[in-house]
């Protein structure tokens, strides 16, 4: 086939880019201690993106039209208030609204992971209602895509993977009916920290809990109950981490080790004050829970857990086969973000729920992520690394830099989530409704790397993998082909997103990891732009051979139903970029017709789906 190949130059010109430097918080230096361990350290927290989101998506855009000036936006809620009056205190320019077209994919995009169709397009640039917008955001936010898309979000978060065996999908049904239900997210998130049960094959609620279990020694025993390969304390404490970084936003891990003093002074200031016995008191809120492998012919069925909560108590001074020996000290359970200690006449996870989800961090370090996933940067990045030290303007710690970038408007946020009984639904609205979320991602004028923590623009981000599949999929019209279950052995399913776990062989298995799929082995991240990625879009027959007039793909049936070459053209950009083309993008795609019409509306759609405004969402 031959390919319009000088389509792919920009995204391949953004994928080789090196991204500027990561900024570094200002901190005052160390009184008397040494360097060395801060240094060791700070590689393992993210460096802020802040400058990142602003320098990809100039790169993005550089080649788009320029957009006229913006004027004064008005503020639609609490959100723009924040947002546009610092951005006017402070004289930052700022981007326009997106107009309809961008709008409409932007919107389907980030909030139900689907193209619209071409009717939908249509439809929605003939509608003349003000208030549009808001309707498509209503008739978005509790969709059936919707619900794949965050339910798949989730699962990847709390890294629902293999361990989970056959109770994957179980869980995974319970992940769905929450989000397509708006079940409250602290109650949602309650039930996954103090869930147990006879059998996880048969109950979705112990299943969260069995994936995080590290499999330790054959042959241990406690209290004659068989715990044939599962290290107990090793698996609190993964959860202790997994829930800190999730449901907080707080990275834990480096205190499971050690103390944070004399380790995290350039890291973290908040955690320089806890110690490693604050630790194991947090991860000995499951210290009496148990996870008791189906045994059958003197063999563990790994996978197949019981979980309950008769153990006798964190041990603090157990060996562990993923840190230093632990060494003693109190093993009673202590919330480690108020000192709070667990009612003794309380099962300790249940206590764990309690605090952990009435805690104001839990709101916001909630709202901040799913900020992140819309805005395209959190208002406190990485999502998962706060330092609680430094969220306060008027508690700073001296010679530091505040974190949040809008603290008011992250403790409003918080507050305002809480007032509306935690509904991620609402919140979603919230933040689409507002204009800080539909600027457009085209700057009208120089771009200075110091407008980027005022959102002044609409950052972008690059399509998840199983997000780009599935895009490619509806504009080609050409579905997949997933085997659903823990081991493909369910219903066939068409789009990545319906999974309950990554899925994928072969030529599919290499695409989707080199856009970043999550292995769910370890934390998730934002896929990021690499070398690989336009040679995937250049060769792999996931993009090719859907691109084929044949079985029935979109190139296929429109070249069946109009004879008039421009119409085939006007189709394939609407299903493919949500938008007609220029004059001259017609004229030249027409042209790309003339000799082979069957090979020139192939490379058309091919050429579409390599285009950059196709693999990011602007």
């Given at each position: 086939?031959?390919?319009?190949?000088?389509?792919?130059?920009?995204?391949?010109?953004?994928?080789?880019?090196?991204?500027?430097?990561?900024?570094?918080?200002?901190?005052?230096?160390?009184?008397?201690?040494?360097?060395?361990?801060?240094?060791?350290?700070?590689?393992?927290?993210?460096?802020?993106?802040?400058?990142?989101?602003?320098?990809?998506?100039?790169?993005?855009?550089?080649?788009?039209?320029?957009?006229?000036?913006?004027?004064?936006?008005?503020?639609?809620?609490?959100?723009?208030?924040?947002?546009?009056?610092?951005?006017?205190?402070?004289?930052?320019?700022?981007?326009?609204?997106?107009?309809?077209?961008?709008?409409?994919?932007?919107?389907?995009?980030?909030?139900?992971?689907?193209?619209?169709?071409?009717?939908?397009?249509?439809?929605?640039?003939?509608?003349?209602?003000?208030?549009?917008?808001?309707?498509?955001?209503?008739?978005?936010?509790?969709?059936?895509?919707?619900?794949?898309?965050?339910?798949?979000?989730?699962?990847?978060?709390?890294?629902?993977?293999?361990?989970?065996?056959?109770?994957?999908?179980?869980?995974?049904?319970?992940?769905?009916?929450?989000?397509?239900?708006?079940?409250?997210?602290?109650?949602?998130?309650?039930?996954?920290?103090?869930?147990?049960?006879?059998?996880?094959?048969?109950?979705?609620?112990?299943?969260?809990?069995?994936?995080?279990?590290?499999?330790?020694?054959?042959?241990?025993?406690?209290?004659?109950?068989?715990?044939?390969?599962?290290?107990?304390?090793?698996?609190?404490?993964?959860?202790?981490?997994?829930?800190?970084?999730?449901?907080?936003?707080?990275?834990?891990?480096?205190?499971?080790?050690?103390?944070?003093?004399?380790?995290?002074?350039?890291?973290?200031?908040?955690?320089?004050?806890?110690?490693?016995?604050?630790?194991?008191?947090?991860?000995?809120?499951?210290?009496?829970?148990?996870?008791?492998?189906?045994?059958?012919?003197?063999?563990?069925?790994?996978?197949?857990?019981?979980?309950?909560?008769?153990?006798?108590?964190?041990?603090?001074?157990?060996?562990?086969?993923?840190?230093?020996?632990?060494?003693?000290?109190?093993?009673?359970?202590?919330?480690?973000?108020?000192?709070?200690?667990?009612?003794?006449?309380?099962?300790?996870?249940?206590?764990?729920?309690?605090?952990?989800?009435?805690?104001?961090?839990?709101?916001?370090?909630?709202?901040?992520?799913?900020?992140?996933?819309?805005?395209?940067?959190?208002?406190?990045e990485p999502f998962d690394e706060f330092d609680l030290a430094r969220v306060d303007p008027a508690n700073l710690p001296a010679g530091w830099e505040l974190q949040p970038s809008h603290p008011e408007l992250l403790n409003e946020l918080g507050t305002w989530f809480q007032k509306k009984n935690y509904s991620i639904q609402a919140l979603f609205k919230l933040i689409c409704n507002s204009n800080a979320y539909q600027l457009s991602a085209r700057f009208p004028g120089e771009w200075d790397e110091r407008y980027?923590?005022?959102?002044?623009?609409?950052?972008?981000?690059?399509?998840?993998?199983?997000?780009?599949?599935?895009?490619?999929?509806?504009?080609?019209?050409?579905?997949?082909?997933?085997?659903?279950?823990?081991?493909?052995?369910?219903?066939?399913?068409?789009?990545?997103?319906?999974?309950?776990?990554?899925?994928?062989?072969?030529?599919?298995?290499?695409?989707?990891?080199?856009?970043?799929?999550?292995?769910?082995?370890?934390?998730?991240?934002?896929?990021?732009?690499?070398?690989?990625?336009?040679?995937?879009?250049?060769?792999?027959?996931?993009?090719?051979?859907?691109?084929?007039?044949?079985?029935?793909?979109?190139?296929?049936?429109?070249?069946?139903?109009?004879?008039?070459?421009?119409?085939?053209?006007?189709?394939?950009?609407?299903?493919?970029?949500?938008?007609?083309?220029?004059?001259?993008?017609?004229?030249?795609?027409?042209?790309?017709?003339?000799?082979?019409?069957?090979?020139?509306?192939?490379?058309?759609?091919?050429?579409?789906?390599?285009?950059?405004?196709?693999?990011?969402?602007?």
């Amino acid at each position: 086939m031959k390919h319009l190949v000088t389509c792919t130059l920009v995204f391949a010109a953004v994928a080789t880019a090196a991204p500027p430097p990561p900024e570094k918080p200002k901190q005052a230096p160390p009184a008397d201690l040494s360097t060395m361990p801060a240094e060791v350290h700070a590689p393992l927290f993210q460096a802020p993106k802040s400058r990142q989101a602003g320098a990809l998506t100039e790169s993005v855009t550089a080649n788009l039209p320029k957009p006229g000036s913006a004027g004064k936006i008005a503020s639609k809620n609490f959100i723009d208030q924040h947002i546009f009056g610092k951005i006017e205190r402070d004289r930052i320019p700022t981007a326009p609204l997106a107009d309809d077209r961008e709008f409409l994919r932007r919107a389907a995009l980030d909030i139900a992971g689907r193209l619209p169709s071409a009717t939908e397009v249509r439809e929605f640039l003939a509608d003349k209602s003000p208030d549009k917008r808001s309707k498509l955001i209503d008739k978005l936010v509790g969709s059936d895509a919707f619900v794949d898309k965050w339910a798949y979000f989730f699962m990847d978060m709390i890294r629902a993977n293999g361990k989970m065996a056959r109770g994957i999908d179980l869980f995974h049904g319970m992940v769905r009916d929450s989000f397509a239900a708006d079940r409250p997210y602290d109650d949602f998130v309650r039930s996954i920290i103090a869930a147990s049960a006879k059998s996880n094959y048969v109950v979705s609620a112990a299943n969260p809990i069995v994936r995080e279990h590290v499999e330790g020694k054959p042959g241990e025993e406690l209290d004659n109950v068989q715990l044939t390969k599962v290290h107990q304390l090793d698996t609190h404490d993964e959860l202790a981490i997994l829930y800190g970084k999730l449901f907080l936003g707080i990275n834990l891990s480096c205190i499971s080790c050690h103390d944070g003093k004399g380790h995290l002074e350039k890291v973290n200031v908040y955690l320089t004050g806890r110690k490693r016995s604050d630790f194991f008191q947090m991860a000995a809120f499951m210290g009496r829970t148990r996870y008791v492998p189906h045994v059958e012919k003197k063999e563990a069925v790994m996978g197949h857990f019981m979980v309950d909560d008769y153990g006798p108590g964190y041990n603090t001074k157990g060996d562990s086969m993923l840190r230093i020996k632990r060494f003693g000290g109190p093993a009673d359970p202590k919330f480690i973000l108020t000192d709070e200690k667990a009612r003794p006449d309380m099962m300790p996870r249940e206590e764990l729920a309690r605090m952990l989800t009435a805690h104001p961090q839990f709101a916001r370090a909630t709202v901040n992520l799913f900020w992140s996933r819309l805005m395209g940067m959190g208002i406190v990045e990485p999502f998962d690394e706060f330092d609680l030290a430094r969220v306060d303007p008027a508690n700073l710690p001296a010679g530091w830099e505040l974190q949040p970038s809008h603290p008011e408007l992250l403790n409003e946020l918080g507050t305002w989530f809480q007032k509306k009984n935690y509904s991620i639904q609402a919140l979603f609205k919230l933040i689409c409704n507002s204009n800080a979320y539909q600027l457009s991602a085209r700057f009208p004028g120089e771009w200075d790397e110091r407008y980027t923590p005022y959102y002044s623009r609409k950052f972008v981000r690059m399509l998840g993998a199983e997000e780009l599949h599935d895009a490619i999929a509806t504009a080609t019209d050409r579905p997949g082909a997933f085997r659903s279950g823990r081991r493909g052995t369910g219903d066939t399913v068409t789009m990545a997103m319906r999974l309950s776990a990554p899925r994928g062989t072969g030529e599919l298995k290499s695409f989707l990891q080199a856009f970043g799929q999550s292995n769910r082995g370890t934390p998730p991240r934002p896929p990021s732009p690499s070398p690989l990625q336009p040679i995937m879009m250049m060769r792999s027959p996931v993009v090719n051979d859907r691109v084929l007039a044949a079985k029935d793909s979109r190139v296929q049936r429109l070249l069946d139903t109009y004879k008039d070459d421009a119409k085939v053209v006007d189709e394939l950009f609407l299903a493919t970029l949500s938008r007609e083309p220029s004059a001259a993008e017609r004229q030249l795609a027409v042209d790309a017709m003339k000799a082979n019409r069957v090979e020139g509306a192939q490379n058309v759609q091919w050429a579409l789906l390599n285009l950059v405004e196709f693999l990011y969402n602007l």
